[in-house]
């Protein structure tokens, strides 16, 4: 009955930790579950309240503008000169989204042809892989290891491939290894692309998510990117919206028009009274962020401190809402182990790709006394938890 792209999708490799889950929710374990990235904290009332007000609005009872409302875009474009001093022409730089999910899915259908590649990072968000995959295309692996503080070696790669490939897929601060890059690197990245004339497809939706002093860049802040790379960006993340589903991508005026074109056909924009609401959000004071990045750096505190007492290989995330933990064996299994004897549920690092094995990710999207009930189970187990 279904198409090859649906059969060759990658196993499900969640299902069996959701299927332990589940039958441990059924036994009456008190389940704490650290494996979704999805903030608890709810959307600050500001911007519920603009969504109040613009819901009542007409105007927003019709079909929405393609591209998003001009206003909406503008405020993007805004936020992005006050956030990362890059100017951008709201007109033709700027494309509303569904989510950036939604963009990220989508784009390739606007550059890839049948037989063509595209450079992905593994481990990395599924998303990239299985659009490249979507419109026919092949992903080729970058693999991202400890050893290159998961940053993708582009020396290594090889020109054949590169010189071949239309797109390279990026995400820092990144998911799911918590790795921030440097300025170097994505000006070596840059032009890279330029070099093997690829399209630069950065996501970036925890550019907020920063602590201890440490801020993130778009990568329009590098000389040379506007002629070859669009950034992803999202309201998810940064202001608790996850379920509202808005986000833009930014950058290359003909990439982005590309990316438009296939929208179009597809969808017809998001609410107006999402925009209407985003726009709020995207005009917030910093105060309202820092706020939120305040709870989330005391969580990374106290899980970060938990899991190095007890012996896990792992680096203090001072971006995004992940920690990403070395255990040195089958993630699978591991995440198995954790749920059966402590009621904790982790995500398998493999699930984001073969180099994502042998980690686990936790995340801190769950309330702080949830975590640290989490920490109190872990600490009981004591020194004995990651198998070497
Ligand atoms: C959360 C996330 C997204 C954003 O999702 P939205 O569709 O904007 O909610 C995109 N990329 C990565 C890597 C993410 O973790």
């Known amino acids: ?34 494996s979704v990235g999805d903030p608890d904290l709810p959307t600050p009332s500001h911007i519920v309240e603009a969504m109040r007000e613009a ?51 989508h784009a390739p259908l606007g550059f890839i042809n049948p037989g063509d590649t595209a450079l992905v990072p593994d481990p990395a968000y599924p998303v990239y892989r299985t ?32 010189a071949k490939a239309k797109i390279i897929f990026l995400n820092y601060p990144n ?41 993130s860049m778009s990568i329009l802040e590098i000389e040379g990117a506007r002629d070859v790379a669009v950034e992803f960006h999202s309201l998810s993340k940064t202001y608790n919206m996850t379920g509202w589903r808005v986000g833009a991508v930014v950058g290359n005026a003909e990439i982005v028009a590309g990316i438009g074109k296939i929208k179009s056909n597809v969808d017809s924009g998001n609410f107006g009274a999402v925009q209407d609401a985003g726009i709020t959000a995207l005009k917030s004071s910093k105060k309202i962020v820092e706020d939120i990045c305040q709870v989330y750096q005391h969580r990374i505190e106290l899980l970060y401190n938990c899991l190095s007492g007890i012996g896990f290989e792992l680096e203090k995330p001072r ?28 995500t398998p690092g493999v699930g984001f790709g073969q180099y994502g094995e042998g980690y ?29």
Request: glycine fraction near 6%.
């Open 319 to 346: 971006a995004t809402l992940y920690l990403w933990a070395w255990v040195g064996g089958d993630s699978v299994v591991f995440c198995q182990r954790l749920l059966e004897e402590m009621g904790i549920v982790a």
């Open 55 to 105: 819901v009542r609005n007409p105007e927003n009872h019709q079909y929405p503008s393609y591209a998003g409302k001009l206003s909406f875009r503008t405020a993007v474009a805004n936020w992005y000169s006050r956030t990362f001093g890059v100017k951008l022409d709201p007109e033709n730089e700027v494309l509303a989204l569904i989510g950036s999910k939604e963009g990220i899915a």
């Open 1 to 34: 009955m279904y198409a090859d792209r649906i059969k060759y999708l990658p196993p499900y490799l969640f299902a069996a930790i959701d299927r332990a889950k589940q039958d441990a929710l059924a036994k009456g374990v008190d389940v704490i579950d650290l």
């Open 131 to 162: 659009a490249v995959s979507f419109a026919g295309g092949t992903p080729v692996i970058m693999p991202l290891t400890r050893e290159n503080r998961f940053l993708p070696d582009l020396e290594a790669i090889d020109p054949g491939v590169a």
């Open 175 to 215: 998911n799911p290894t918590a790795a921030s890059a440097t300025k170097a690197f994505f000006q070596e990245l840059v032009d890279f692309a330029h070099d093997h004339d690829l399209i630069v497809m950065h996501d970036n939706p925890y550019s907020e998510m920063c602590y201890g002093g440490q801020r």
């Open 360 to 388: 686990i990710r936790f995340s801190i999207t769950q309330p702080t006394e949830r975590i640290e009930l989490a920490v109190e189970r872990l600490e009981k187990m004591g020194k004995v938890m990651p198998m070497q």
